[in-house]
Every structure is written in C-alpha cells, then in structure tokens.
C-alpha cells in the first residue's frame, strides 16, 4: 500500500484549496510558502458509500515499525518523498525529489526517474483539502483503481 502511495501521489492528477476559516488560529492565508516544511503521513482515506450516502473514511497509517516516518518535504521550490521499507533485515529509501511550483490553487510538482537506463520525467498536481499551520490533506485518484484516495499529514 505504501508503494502505491507514493507512486500515485507522484503521479496522479488533482486540484488545490486552502483552508481560509478565520476560527482556525492556525491556517495558513496568504503566505507565499504555505506547503513549505516536512509533513509526516498520518492517515489513508477512502470514499465509502455508507447508508446510500458518501462519506470519507479513514485509517491510521503505519510505516515499518524499523524505520524512519515515511514523508513529504517541501522547501521553497523542491520537494521530497521518503517512503520507507524494512526488506531484507534493512531500511530502504523510495526516495524521489524534484521541483514544485504552488500556482493559485494548485501544486505542480515534476521529477526525473530512471527506468530501463532511460530517464522520465514525471508531473503531478494535488488537491489540497485543508492546509493549516501544523495539518495537510490532500487527495488524488490512484491510476489503478481509479478511486479518489485522501492522505493527512502532520507537520513535523
């Protein structure tokens, strides 16, 4: 489930809004940086249909017990995913990095991987559900299934 993440994270295609309720001492308005920070993954939602009504549903999210936090990290125009496995009596990195632009609503983020000795170049946008000082949800369909998967992270 964590390499799907990571890979439909990377890949999939949403929009982005930020959280502007004036209660929330903590969202984020204007900043120019908003996403900027290491964000840990917390929380796997899905998109239930329960008593003929849709609702979002969620369940904690645990990395391998031996490692480190899978997550994401931004600066001001690069970002990171680190997404951990215990393999082999080992911790390995699915590290991918590269560039992200925040544009209006939207996060567009590009990096190049090699596959088959051929580098490719790879694009994604989020949609950002809610954005505070200490708190990132997102969601994206994953390619696979089709489903539209939300993600909460915690800044760390």
Do not use: R
Not at 55 to 75: M, P, Q, R, T
């Amino acid at each position: 489930m964590k390499k799907i993440f990571f890979a439909f994270l990377i890949l999939s295609v949403s929009l982005f809004t930020i959280s502007c309720d004036d209660e929330d001492s903590g969202t984020l308005k204007n900043s120019l940086y908003p996403v900027k920070g290491k964000w840990n993954l917390e929380k796997i939602g899905t998109i239930e249909n329960i008593n003929s009504v849709n609702v979002i549903v969620y369940e904690d999210y645990a990395s391998d017990e031996e490692c480190d936090l899978d997550f994401l990290a931004f600066d001001e125009s690069l970002f990171e995913a680190h997404d951990y496995s215990f393999i082999n009596n080992a911790c390995e990195d699915d590290y991918i990095s590269g560039d992200y632009i925040l544009e209006n609503d939207k996060i567009f983020m590009s990096y190049m991987q090699t596959i088959l000795g051929e580098e490719i170049e790879f694009e994604q946008t989020f949609t950002v559900i809610n954005l505070t000082n200490n708190k990132l949800e997102i969601s994206y369909v994953d390619e696979t299934s089709g489903e539209l998967v939300f993600n909460i992270f915690s800044k760390e």
